[in-house]
């Protein structure tokens, strides 16, 4: 009797510390911006300005948080997301930040456009330990653990791509010479740096190296100075306008080198069709995103899913714009980190599970994508595949192609 | 008679009256001594976070940048929808000292004076033989240009080209308990008294009244021995400094400089906020001041926010509530706030004559 009593305490207490134990393990832990019934999310967009073509990031997903909230939240908190415009400007986009971390109290900020505004916020989000999730920047700077811990990037960069691209053409054009045509700013440096990389002790190969600025009228000069260089393989580093300008010439003065393009321009909707399809044959380009456009994925589920989720509740922005495939894409990303970090709402944690995402198949980006992060790779989606455009549509072929720069 | 409001004044307690009586000059250093005390006011108290001091001392920036193109348009008579690039070249010299000589930020600020109103005066020199459209013309070219300047690959290394540069934090010195923010705006608003200062002496002074003259009737002023040519270029480059200086402590606030920060809408939003607040007038610029950083940047979000709250079925794009504000104010203020605000006044004390008394 005297001994069962003494257990039954001994059992009792056990118990206790076991119900302790799951109690603690169970407890919420917040930071600012984060409670039993929201999570605040920040957010800037050029939603005027040149470059508001992008603004429509920023929309699909408030449109994506708007169904996530109305199937009941994140483990039944809603998502408050506060978007601002920053007319694409970096010091509207510092002080919009600023306002969303010390006055609208965000737990985070998330896919702030563009490599100068992002910039501009990086040491402040860095300095105040505010997560910087997945810019929307094709820019190679962001996946800098070790400098910016409180950063990370989300689509390949431009520089993995023209790395994977320098590879292929070693692979498969014998005896190359390659003309580049790159835009005169960061972003066409990006590109071609990538690709001298790539290249590697190739890099000699380039034979001829034309540059144009944002405000020139045509590229028409240029191609006939790379055309004239003998070259059998061209590297088409230039945003649509520009790049179906490129290709028509191309056509029109029957010069037909091997011809890849950046995935910038890889748009069937605004670089193809208005360069004339008969141009375009054999192309060149990695995807690693579903072209709206691209009429192959008409029967897809994924596909068709999202365009419903658009007509549901974005029902203003366009089915055709790529922005909003990408846009649909990250935002599921989001949610899966945010799923992942539990009750565990603090800073700290959103960055650890950010840097812990494991073979994540993201919708309306290519099947066999998957984004992967740890804490030494703050890069998340890192392959592409490439495809060639036949027809009047692009052909997805061989293998999904990473370059890992997680080690940089 | 039923009583009137000289009665009512006279019946108010003698304290109330005082304070009515003040006068402007001190109800000018009040204010002044209370926007000083704020940091501490609300810093203390929690009312103004560290946003809020960013926006203040954003405000205090635009009234300086606006009262150099006042001093240009509204006191002298030439226009310019260029402001902006004097804006950028104040903001870059700093920027430029901070990053790669590590100067104190304190420090830049006259050598970006100085940079501003060398850069204004050669640019006033050849200007001058240009009238209205003409010289609106060229400082809007000048607009263009100079953020695209600052991209030229040779001077990359200095400039930064399109990354921009990212500046250093600037703390509040001797360990005094304020926040970054909260110190820069103490700052601006130091600067700002300074130069507000050295303009209404300028304004009153002989130069003044020259330069005022020559916006009112070129020819007279020449007849009567005033070197026009000498006063407009002159005036051109003190107005860029003006404008160079509120650059410079933008960079400072902002901590970074980029091209992208100075679009030609830049230059546009000045004139808007020199216009709105009032063209001719130093408490105008203040005011315009506050247009530009407030009504421009804020309007938009804040009708968003009425429309959702109240759930109308609109969409509201950016720029449409600007627009409209825009369009009333020119309507029914056409001289400007600070100048609709006078003739109020005016026709109140016509009304009620008693508040004549009150300064």
Redesign the interface.
């Known amino acids: 009797m005297h001994l069962s009593r003494r257990l039954l305490i001994a059992g009792a207490s056990a118990l206790a510390v076991a119900l302790g134990a799951t109690a603690a393990s169970a407890q919420k832990k917040y930071d600012e911006g984060a409670s039993d019934t929201e999570i605040r999310i920040g957010n800037t967009n050029p ?4 470059a508001s073509a992008y603004g429509t990031i920023g929309k699909v997903i408030e449109a994506y948080f708007k169904k996530i909230n109305e199937e009941g939240g994140v483990k039944g908190r809603k998502i408050n997301f506060i978007t ?2 920053d ?6 986009t ?2 919009m930040v ?2 969303l ?3 609208d109290k965000v737990l985070f900020v998330f896919q702030t456009l563009g ?3 992002n ?2 916020i ?3 989000l860095n300095e105040a330990k505010v997560p910087q999730l997945f810019v929307a920047t094709g820019a190679s700077k962001w996946g800098n653990y070790k400098d910016n811990p409180w950063t990370m990037g989300f689509q390949p960069d431009y520089v993995t791509e023209s790395i994977i691209y320098a590879k292929h053409i070693l692979a498969n054009v014998k005896d190359a010479k390659i003309a580049v045509l790159m835009q ?3 972003y066409g440096k990006d590109y071609f740096n990538g690709f001298k990389t790539g290249l590697g002790k190739d890099a000699n190969k380039i034979v001829q190296v034309a540059t144009y600025e944002v ?1 020139d009228p045509t590229v028409d000069s240029q191609m006939i100075a790379l055309k004239n260089s003998g070259a059998n393989v061209f590297f088409n580093i230039t945003i649509p306008k520009f790049a179906a300008q490129a290709i028509r010439k191309a056509g029109e003065m029957g010069w037909k080198p091997a011809h890849y393009i950046n995935n910038v321009s890889a748009s069937i909707g605004t670089v193809m069709k208005p360069a004339g399809f008969e141009h375009c044959q054999g192309i060149i380009t990695a995807y690693y995103i579903k072209d709206p456009t691209d009429p192959q994925w008409a029967k897809d589920k994924d596909f068709q899913d999202w365009t419903a989720f658009m007509k549901k509740y974005y029902p ?1 922005g366009s089915v055709i714009q790529v922005e909003n495939a990408y846009g649909y894409a990250v935002a599921n990303l989001l949610i899966q980190v945010l799923n992942q970090a539990g009750d565990d709402l603090t800073r700290a944690n959103i960055m650890k599970q950010a840097a812990n995402l494991k073979n994540i198949q993201l919708p309306m980006i290519l099947a066999g994508i998957k984004a992967n992060t740890s804490p030494t790779d703050f890069y998340p989606i890192q392959s592409v595949q490439l495809s060639r455009f036949k027809g009047e549509k692009f052909e997805l072929f061989g293998d999904i192609i990473s370059n890992e720069m997680a080690s940089q | 008679m039923a009583t009137t409001t000289t009665d009512i004044v006279n019946g108010l307690p003698s304290a109330v009256r005082t304070v009515l009586d003040f006068g402007r000059g001190r109800w000018l250093w009040a204010a002044l001594i209370f926007l000083a005390l704020l940091p501490i006011i609300g810093g203390k108290t929690g009312l103004i ?4 001091f ?1 926006q203040l001392s ?1 405000m205090v920036v635009f009234a300086i940048a606006v009262l150099g193109l006042n001093l240009l348009t509204g006191f002298n008579g030439q226009i310019s929808l260029g402001h902006g690039a004097f804006f950028a070249i104040g903001a870059y010299t700093t920027a430029v000292l901070m990053f790669h000589l590590h100067v104190p930020y304190w420090l830049t600020l006259p050598v970006a004076a100085l940079m501003c109103f060398v850069a204004g005066y050669l640019f006033g020199l050849p200007a001058l033989r240009l009238e209205g459209h003409y010289l609106a013309l060229a400082t809007f070219g000048l607009a263009i240009a100079v953020p ?1 300047m600052l ?1 030229y ?1 040779h001077i990359e290394a200095v400039t930064g ?4 540069l ?1 500046l250093d934090r600037a703390v509040a010195p001797f360990g005094l308990p304020f926040t970054a923010n909260q110190w820069m705006f103490l700052v601006a608003l130091a600067v700002a008294v300074v130069m507000f200062r050295i303009a209404r002496n300028l304004l009153d002074s002989r130069t003044g009244r020259a330069i005022m003259a020559i916006r009112d009737y070129p020819m007279a002023a020449d007849t009567m021995g005033i070197n026009t040519a000498h006063y407009k270029a002159m005036t051109f480059g003190i107005s860029a400094l003006y404008t160079g200086v509120a650059g410079a402590l ?1 960079s400072i606030i ?3 400089a ?1 091209p ?2 100075f ?1 030609f ?1 830049l230059s546009i939003a000045i004139l808007v906020g020199a216009v709105v607040g009032g063209i001719a007038s130093l408490p105008g610029a203040v005011i315009g001041g506050v247009f530009v950083q407030v009504i421009e ?1 804020y309007a ?2 804040a009708a968003r926010q009425l429309a959702a709250t109240l759930h109308l079925p609109i ?1 509201i794009q ?2 449409t509530i600007y627009g409209i504000a825009l369009i009333l104010l020119v309507y029914f203020m056409p001289m400007g706030i600070a100048g609709g605000l006078a003739m109020a006044w005016g026709r109140a004390k016509r009304r009620w004559p008693a508040l004549a008394g009150v300064k």
């Open positions: 939603y005027s300005g040149p601002y415009d007319g694409y400007s970096p010091a509207k510092r002080e600023t306002k971390v010390e006055a490599t100068p505004s910039t501009a990086q040491k402040y005169n700013d960061d405000a203003a | 976070g560290n946003y809020g960013m954003l695209q991209k690959r080209g399109v990354q921009g990212q933008f902002i901590e970074f980029s992208d920060n679009p809408a940047k938009d979000a969409e950016p720029w």
